[in-house]
C-alpha cells in the first residue's frame, strides 16, 4: 500500500524560508517519479517541482526557479522541498505525488500521479 505522509508546513513571512517533508512507502522508491504540488484557495492544482528517484532530472514551475529546490534521501525514502524567499503568492496547500513504476519523469501533468499526499498548509505573510 502506497503511502506518503507529509510534514513541514507552516507560517513564515515573506523572505522566510521553509522545508517540506514526504515521506514515502509501500513501493520501490528508486523508479518513481516525484513530485511537490500545491493549490491555493479558489484555484486549480499546481505543479511546483518533479524529480525521478532513480536519476537527478528535476524539473520546476517558472513561479519557483532558483527560489524552491527538490531533493531526496533515497536512504530514508524521503522528498524534500526546501523552499526559500518565500512570497504571499506561495501560500497553498502543498501535496506530495508519486507514480511508482517508471523509468523516467517529465511532466507536472497531475493527471500522471496516482498518489497523494494529505497535504500540508504553507502561510506566506506580507
Known amino acids: 500500500q502506497v503511502q506518503l505522509v507529509e510534514s513541514g508546513g507552516g507560517s513564515v513571512q515573506a523572505g522566510g524560508s521553509l522545508r517540506l517533508s514526504c515521506a514515502a512507502s509501500?513501493?520501490?522508491?528508486?523508479?518513481?517519479?516525484m513530485g511537490w504540488f500545491r493549490q491555493a484557495p479558489g484555484k486549480g492544482r499546481e505543479g511546483v517541482a518533479i524529480?525521478?528517484?532513480?536519476?537527478?532530472?528535476?524539473l520546476y514551475a517558472d513561479s519557483v526557479k532558483g527560489r524552491f529546490t527538490i531533493s531526496q534521501d533515497n536512504a530514508k525514502n524521503t522528498l524534500y522541498l526546501q523552499m526559500n524567499s518565500l512570497k504571499p503568492d506561495d501560500t497553498a496547500m502543498y501535496y506530495c505525488?508519486?507514480?511508482?513504476?517508471?523509468?523516467?519523469?517529465?511532466?507536472?501533468?497531475?493527471?500522471?500521479?496516482?498518489?497523494w499526499g494529505q497535504g500540508t498548509q504553507v502561510t506566506v505573510s506580507s
Open positions: 509501500g513501493y520501490t522508491y528508486s523508479s518513481a517519479c
Open positions: 524529480l525521478y528517484t532513480g536519476g537527478r532530472n528535476t
Open positions: 505525488a508519486a507514480r511508482t513504476g517508471v523509468s523516467s519523469c517529465g511532466t507536472m501533468w497531475d493527471k500522471f500521479f496516482a498518489y
